[in-house]
């Protein structure tokens, strides 16, 4: 694919095959996207950090180019940790910048609570990983998407790609045609969206999960940490911009006025050199 020229690797996690691509040397990058993206959602900043760094993106179980689970319980958050992790294990992965967003941040966390020594930095975007019971606009877009009208518009329909993707943009222009295609081609149908479906439940079912790793996040908040944040995202505001401020030790913030929530793919320049940046700076060489 021309926006996307990587080779496709593939590996069998426990609850299913995982796509993922592996480029470059040096230092490892590991990508992490959330709903309803896939590694292609990285495709930039991987073109253009691979000369220097090893850039790893997976497609969770059910998204992109991964395979997809007959059991809906194959697509519960903590399932979806449990393949990456069994990646990373797969991988061996040692001293790796974690770079995540929307639902990327609570997956990835879940690792790094458990292997905060494999850890050399953290890129967050966008993302959260705490219980939000008490946010009133998440829950009720949790409770309606997990609804059976919610259910309907996101299988039947797409609506997560076609409407609220473009919806949740800063920059609207970044998602052409060209680039829409390739979101859509992958959810083609019912049952290629059941894990994208799955995801809103759980922004409050999974309340239990989210808080183990919140209350376990001394594990890693001490890790170098870049937050790249795009103020114009409906759903992660500055609320949740300054509890990560307010949790991590030794954190750099570059706010993004005209992004959305989907930030590497609105700004995929300014991410790949904040980066670089960022390791160069304050990632200690492994």
Known sequence: MRLYPFRSRWFDAPRGRIHYVDEGQGMPIVFLHGNPSWSFEYRGPIAALRDRYRCIAPDHLGFGLSGRASDPAAYHPAVHAG?????MDRLDLQGAVLVVSDWGGPIGFDWARKEPGRIAGLVIMNSWCWPVN????LWLFSALMSSPLGQILVKRYNIFVKWLMPLGAGNRAAFTGEVMAHYTR???????RAASAAFPGYIIGAGDWLADIWNHRAAFADKPALLLW???DPAFRRKQLQVWQSALANVTVRELPDCGHFVAEEAPETV??????FIQRQVPAP
Request: glycine fraction near 8%; hydrophobic fraction near 50%; charged fraction near 30%.
């Open 83 to 87: 393949n990456f992790a069994a990646l």
């Open 134 to 137: 008490r946010d009133l606009r």
């Open 186 to 192: 992958v959810q083609g149908d019912e049952a290629a």
């Open 230 to 232: 795009g103020l114009r």
């Open 272 to 277: 790949s050199a904040e980066i670089d940046a």
